[in-house]
Structures are given as structure tokens and as C-alpha cells.
């Protein structure tokens, strides 16, 4: 299904279809009931488990929603960002890790699985073919043949007697060429691969016991609280900074630092952004390492660490209005936009921190942080964040005259109903490239909403009507 339905050059629906024939193979090796203890042919090579795995339903939901997007965007850079964050749900979905360091190895588990999984599967398959020759697997190779051959002379004969059935049949059927049967054996053995490693994890669950057990050496109590109640302090600063700027003293800060205010705001965003990062490292180690064997320390541990959390929460909040400011100013970009959501993502987990202080029971925080990373990247692609972009920089033209066209003619086809509403020259410039990939032929595999929309709205329009003017600037390229 994956090497059949697979567009690799861009997003599609047959992303979802090969996803969804993933799943459905996996579900049903996890629900087989392992009445045998594993699947036939379990070799040496497999440690056996007391417990074969089962699939999780949340992240395999998950991984759907995340090749889905390609169903509904357009957008190549966001499709990559969800690609890469389904190959690591995936992996938690066959899977059971709870703590930090195990998430962190089974996210990674699938590839290493694939490998170690190659002398199981060979010696399986040959108990397999010893017990089944000249059985049930022939009747069945006989069938598909049957099948294809029926599906060919007929299918020929319907082509041949009504032209809207070849053109159906010509936009379902793949052109044979080189590349095609390349990009079939590629994918075809990536996907088998990743079939497999999924498969091996089910069969023998890998012993996370180590990486899911406390820390057994404890820090003693000055040797944690002084570096934090320094580090508390110095946020207390800089949050009384930050203050007078979110509260209407932003001409006494400026004036003192000698910069514009979209200056300040671009200066100052990525140090917060990285600060707030880093303090979530801190505080993870600070949680594993702190003793909380009596009161005392356990009262420090939630008045320092959650002190540090809500301080942080400010330093969000600034840099979110730093960068609201500097594109208020500057307009905004695909970078702009992911940095803002991956901030507010790194607010959620703060929260989430203060919630597990309460009664120092973090057991379900790495999956919820992961899980609400998830979530803050479907959420994005629910945003539209390309058609947000053109709508946002087109009305900012339409109030200040001032645009960036060479940037907007570099958005996906999810732009395009926003583009539409420039004037004549502007929407030339800015609509060239899109509607020369529109026009492009693509089979079904590529197909998604935001294409079939922008195809919708350019109409019939031809691609040569789309000229570079002067009037749009200097043509740039954007990295």
C-alpha cells in the first residue's frame, strides 16, 4: 500500500492511506491474543517477554492525525514537521515507556528494531513456507494473479469504449517509467522495514526497568537549593524588567537600551526562547536529583521549582509579545509563526510542571508534554499557517501600503485565497509559482484540500498570464 499510494516529492492523501494500512497491520498482530507467546517462528534471536506488547490507540491516533495533514495542507514545510513528529509517535505506540530517559530511547526504538528483527523474520518466514508449501499460500498467489488479469483485460476494454473511463483510469493508474519503479522499491523497503521494527517491538517489548526507575543518588539539600536560589533571583530581576514593559513602561526601557522597539523585540525573543527551554532542562533535573525524603525538602522542592516555573511563565509571556510586536512591525513569516507556537507549547509544559509540584507525582508529565507537543503541531496545521501568513501580510498592505511579495510568492497553494486578494499586479507576482505546480499534472496520490481549493480559485486562468513586474521588487530567494 505505502509503495502504491506514496507521493515523496510533496504532501497527499496517500500519505493517510499508507498510514492507516500501518496501522491496521499492526492493530491486528497487537490483537491476535498470543496464544502461542509470539508470533511462529520466534527464533533465539527474540528475548522473550512476559508480556508481548500491545499498540497504543492515543499515539496511533495520533500518528494518523499527523500523516493526515498532508490530506488537508498544502503547505511542504509543515507536512515535514508532522512527518518527522509521526515517526517518533509512532514509535511510542508500540511502545510502553513512562519516564524521560525511556521516551527519549523508545522514540527512537522503530529503526534499531528493523535491524535486529532481520534473523526473526528469516527464520519465521522459512517455518512459515515449510508449513504452508504447496498449501493455502499457492491458492493465493493464484488468486491475485486471477485478479490482476481480469483487472487488465477489462479495464483495457472499458478504457478503449469511453473516454471518461480512460481519463479516470489513466489519473489512477501510475505512469511505468524508471523513476516510478525506483521510488516503488524504495518506499516498498522503508515501509517493510518500519512494518518490521514495529512488528519485533510488539513481539518482544523491549526491558525499559533501568531507565524507568528513580535516581538513586540524591543531591544533598545545599547542593541544589543554593544554585536555584540564585538562578530564582535573577529571574525575579528580569521578570520586574519585563513588567514595566508589558504593563506600559516601554519608553523608559527603550530609551535606556538606545533601540527601537521592533529592535528590542527581535533582539530579546530568541534569548527568551532559549531561556525557557533551558530552564525546563533545570527543573527536569532538579525533580529527578532533589531529595524529598522529609517535609522540609519537599517543601523546597515546590517552592523553588515552582517558583522558577512561574517566573519562567513571565519570560513566555514577554517573548510571545516581543515577537507580536516585531510582527506587527515587520510582518509575519512561517518562522515567526512556528517559533511563537513552539513557545506557547513550552508555556503549556511550565503549567504542566506546576500542576505535577502539587503533589510531586510527575509520572504522567513526559507523555503529557510530548502529547501536548503533538497537539500544538495539529493545532498549527488546523491554523492554516500559510493562508494565516498571507491573510495577516495582505492586510497589513491594505492599511499600510507595505508588502513583501517576493516572500508571499514563495507560500504554498494553501495561500492562495488570501493572494487572490491583492490588486492586479501584486496577485501576478505573487501567484506565478503556485499556479505554475497546479498546473503540473499529479496523480491521485498527491491530492489534498488546499491544492483542489487554490485550483478552485485560480480557475482557468493561464499560467502565462502570470508575469514579474517591476512594480513587485527584486525577485529573492528565501532559505
Known amino acids: 500500500m505505502a509503495a502504491a499510494s506514496v507521493p515523496l516529492d510533496r504532501p497527499g492523501v496517500g500519505w493517510a492511506v499508507a498510514g492507516m494500512a500501518g496501522a491496521a497491520a499492526l492493530t491486528t498482530l497487537s490483537m ?70 525511556a521516551l527519549v530511547v523508545t522514540s527512537v526504538a522503530v529503526p534499531v528494531a528493523a535491524l535486529r528483527s532481520m534473523p526473526w523474520i528469516t527464520h519465521g518466514a522459512k517455518v512459515v513456507a515449510s508449513r504452508h508449501r504447496g498449501g493455502p499460500s499457492a491458492r493465493t498467489a493464484a488468486t491475485i494473479g486471477v485478479s490482476l488479469l481480469l483487472l487488465l483485460v477489462f479495464g483495457g476494454l472499458f478504457a478503449s469504449a469511453d473516454a471518461a473511463f480512460a481519463e479516470l483510469a489513466g489519473r489512477v493508474t501510475p505512469e511505468l517509467s524508471v523513476d516510478t519503479v525506483v521510488r516503488w522499491v524504495f518506499v516498498f523497503v522503508f515501509a517493510t522495514l518500519a512494518l518490521l521494527g514495529g512488528a519485533y517491538l510488539l513481539a518482544a517489548p523491549p526491558r525499559l526497568d533501568g531507565l ?172 492554516n499557517p500559510d493562508h494565516f501568513i498571507a491573510d495577516r501580510n495582505v492586510t497589513r498592505y491594505e492599511d499600510t501600503g507595505k508588502i513583501d511579495v517576493a516572500y508571499l510568492s514563495g507560500l504554498s497553494a494553501d495561500a492562495v485565497p488570501a493572494l487572490d486578494r491583492l490588486p492586479a499586479t501584486l496577485r501576478s507576482c505573487a501567484l506565478g509559482d503556485v499556479a505554475r505546480d497546479l498546473a503540473a499534472k499529479h496523480d491521485w496520490r498527491g491530492w489534498n484540500i488546499g491544492a483542489d481549493r487554490a485550483r478552485h480559485a485560480l480557475g482557468d486562468e493561464p499560467t502565462t498570464s502570470y508575469q514579474w513586474t517591476e512594480s513587485c521588487g527584486p525577485i529573492r530567494v528565501y532559505w
Open 32 to 101: 491476535r491474543g498470543w496464544a502461542d507467546g509470539g508470533p511462529v517462528g520466534r527464533g533465539p534471536a527474540v528475548r522473550p517477554a512476559t508480556v508481548p506488547g500491545t499498540i497504543r490507540p492515543l499515539w496511533t491516533v495520533a500518528t494518523l492525525a499527523l500523516l493526515s495533514v498532508g490530506t488537508v495542507r498544502a503547505a511542504g514545510w509543515l507536512f515535514v514537521l508532522c512527518l518527522l513528529t509521526a515517526a517518533v509517535t509512532a514509535s511510542l505506540a508500540v511502545t510502553a515507556g513512562r519516564s524521560l530517559p
Open 212 to 383: 524507568e526507575r528513580p535516581a538513586k543518588a540524591r543531591l544533598r539539600r545545599l547542593e541544589w537549593t543554593v544554585p536555584l536560589i540564585a538562578l530564582n533571583a535573577v529571574f525575579i530581576a528580569f521578570v520586574a524588567v519585563q513588567l514595566t514593559v508589558l504593563f506600559g513602561g516601554a519608553e523608559h526601557v527603550l530609551s535606556t537600551a538606545g533601540l527601537t522597539y521592533a529592535e528590542y523585540a527581535r533582539r530579546g525573543f530568541w534569548q527568551l526562547l532559549v531561556v525557557t527551554a533551558l530552564t525546563l532542562g533545570i527543573l527536569a533535573l532538579a525533580a529527578r536529583w532533589a531529595p524529598r525524603d522529609n517535609p522540609r525538602d519537599r517543601l523546597m522542592i515546590r517552592v523553588l521549582l515552582g517558583g522558577l516555573a512561574a517566573l519562567c511563565l513571565v519570560i513566555v509571556a514577554s517573548a510571545l509579545f516581543r515577537m507580536h510586536t516585531y510582527e506587527e512591525a515587520y510582518g509575519f513569516t512561517r518562522l515567526r509563526v512556528l517559533v511563537s507556537a513552539c513557545e506557547l507549547w513550552l508555556g503549556s509544559v511550565l503549567v504542566m510542571v506546576l500542576a505535577a509540584g502539587v503533589r510531586l507525582r510527575a509520572g504522567w508529565l513526559p507523555q503529557a508534554a510530548i502529547g501536548s507537543g503533538v497537539a500544538a503541531l495539529i493545532g498549527l496545521a488546523m491554523l
